[in-house]
């Protein structure tokens, strides 16, 4: 909003900028002020503007998108009329085609589709450092939204998201081997049970009050409500470029706005008539000591690194809990999320 203005308007004009003389453009549905304002800007410029419909699941041969989330099939809609009308223009697919592919897909656009991949939106990963011999796992559920709106389908994938993660790991089939034999002797023999962890930071241009609402409640509408939230600045506070970079323990390192979204959360929680179902201190989430500000539903870290050595400590702790780790609020917490675990 500080580039692109305050309106949906002032914005859509801005995106608008990118509309050629004479050449087809495209568009998902919009609100009326934005749609209004591109079809303005798109008769000015004589552009031939389409507003493109969902992609139809059917079309993709029983396979799904790469990308997870309902409203990716409003991108993958998007994608296919620009690619198609792209490969019209490009002599590589004729009008025949063009028209085709609203009712069946090529084999090569249906295999874009169920294989594209963006890192750190919708992304699953399994932390590799966590000692194989033991049952459980910590997984990094990584989605980088920073708006109401994202927050909310960020929220929907996640729940959905864990629900399969957890089948597909307690109905795996065990090998021979005695460990392997008494895991599933475990899974059955008593409940398994799975932590949901929030690591969150935005930017301070960001409201974190218009943010987590639209977390929390669209997770508890399905039935997830996170055990703790930590709250961490990212690595590119103390990892800058010259001389006076930061080290990662340096008490410089201004906490002030960790802190601020840490009291929105908790106000959230105290607030929430849900709250007896959230939980907050338990025996899975000890060794608190390696925090700065530990409070009943949250806390806050002073780096990233001491974040992940302290969930790491804690599935090695507790293992009988798997702990499952929503990384939200900010792209760059996410890729920095990557850099660690990924190493």
């Given at each position: 909003m500080e580039i692109l203005g305050n309106t949906l308007g002032e914005i859509a004009g801005e995106k608008a900028g990118i509309f050629k003389h004479r050449i087809p453009a495209f568009?998902?549905?919009?609100?009326d002020?934005?749609?209004?304002?591109?079809?303005?800007?798109?008769?000015?410029?004589?552009?031939?503007?389409?507003?493109?419909?969902?992609?139809?699941?059917?079309?993709l041969n029983g396979l799904r998108l790469g990308l997870e989330g309902e409203h990716q099939y409003i991108n993958a809609g998007l994608a296919v009329a620009l690619s198609s009308t792209?490969?019209?223009?490009?002599?590589?697919?004729?009008?025949?085609?063009?028209?085709?592919?609203?009712?069946?897909?090529?084999?090569?656009?249906?295999?874009?589709?169920?294989?594209?991949?963006?890192?750190?939106?919708?992304?699953?990963?399994?932390d590799q450092h966590i000692n194989k011999k033991i049952s459980n796992e910590l997984d990094f559920f990584l989605d980088g939204a920073h708006s109401p709106e994202s927050m909310q389908?960020?929220?929907?994938?996640?729940?959905?998201?864990?629900?399969?993660?957890?089948?597909?790991?307690?109905?795996?089939?065990?090998?021979?081997?005695?460990?392997?034999n008494e895991v599933a002797k475990t899974h059955q023999g008593?409940?398994?049970?799975?932590?949901?962890?929030?690591?969150?930071?935005?930017?301070?241009?960001?409201?974190?009050?218009?943010?987590?609402?639209?977390?929390?409640?669209?997770?508890?509408?399905?039935?997830?409500?996170f055990k703790k939230a930590l709250f961490v600045p990212g690595l590119s506070v103390y990892h800058k470029i010259g001389s006076h970079a930061l080290s990662p323990t340096d008490s410089n390192i201004d906490l002030s706005w960790q802190f601020t979204l840490q009291r929105v959360w908790?106000?959230?929680?105290?607030?929430?008539?849900?709250?007896?179902?959230?939980?907050?201190?338990?025996?899975?989430?000890?060794?608190?000591?390696?925090s700065v500000s530990n409070c009943e539903h949250s806390a806050v870290f002073s780096s990233l690194p001491l974040v992940?050595?302290?969930?790491?400590?804690?599935?090695?702790?507790?293992?009988?809990t798997r702990f499952q780790v929503l990384v939200t609020g900010s792209i760059h917490l996410v890729g920095d999320v990557l850099k660690l675990i990924k190493k």
């Open positions: 568009t998902v549905p919009q609100p002020e934005a749609m209004h304002v591109l079809k303005e800007k798109a008769s000015q410029l004589n552009v031939p503007l389409q507003v493109t419909a969902p992609l139809d699941a059917k079309l792209w490969l019209n223009i490009n002599g590589n697919l004729d009008e025949t085609h063009l028209k085709q592919t609203q009712r069946t897909l090529p084999e090569q656009f249906i295999k874009g589709l169920a294989t594209a991949n963006l890192q750190g939106r919708a992304q699953i990963v399994c389908a960020c929220a929907r994938w996640f729940s959905l998201a864990i629900k399969d993660n957890n089948q597909t790991f307690f109905n795996q089939k065990p090998d021979n081997s005695k460990f392997s008593e409940a398994q049970k799975s932590a949901q962890i929030l690591l969150f930071n935005c930017m301070s241009v960001r409201d974190p009050q218009l943010l987590l609402p639209h977390l929390v409640k669209t997770c508890a509408d399905h039935g997830v409500y908790e106000n959230i929680m105290q607030g929430n008539k849900a709250g007896k179902n959230i939980g907050g201190a338990s025996e899975e989430l000890t060794g608190m000591e390696m992940i050595n302290w969930l790491r400590d804690r599935v090695q702790q507790n293992q009988s």
